[in-house]
Nanobody, 132 residues
């Protein structure tokens, strides 16, 4: 059974750090572009970051630039999201997702995507709460 499982969420004080993990079972993440998304209460889901399979090219959404770092460890079948200098507005459920059936937008068009419709396989999410 194919699964993406996020972990590493929790409660952290403003200014703190968390590292989220996205681990796959049933397939190898190394062949797919992987994105991180988040959804805060009452808001639409937004793209946080994406890393490509081919050359580990990376893109960040505006909220993540300068504070978050995406990386992948193919040996562990895991993609990470290191989040530093966390703010209360980072509170959300964080999801990872893979471009599987539709293939890589990056390889077709040369542009990394943070559009959720381009991703067809999703994890269940992990809650991140930033509060004092």
């Amino acid at each position: 059974q194919l699964q993406l499982v996020e972990s590493g969420g929790g409660l952290v004080q403003p200014g703190g750090s968390l590292r989220l993990s996205c681990t796959a079972s049933g397939f190898s993440l190394e062949y797919y572009d992987i994105g991180w998304f988040r959804q805060a209460p009452g808001k639409e889901r937004e793209g946080v970051s994406c890393i490509s399979s081919r050359d580990s090219a990376i893109v960040y959404g505006s909220a993540a630039k300068g504070r978050f770092t995406i990386s992948r460890d193919n040996a562990k079948n895991t993609v990470y999201l290191q989040m530093n200098s966390l703010k209360s507005e980072d509170t959300a459920v964080y999801y990872c997702a893979a471009q599987t059936k539709s293939g890589s937008v990056y390889q077709r068009e040369g542009t990394l995507t943070l559009e959720e419709l381009d991703y067809d396989y999703w994890g269940q999410g992990t809650q991140v709460t930033v509060s004092s």
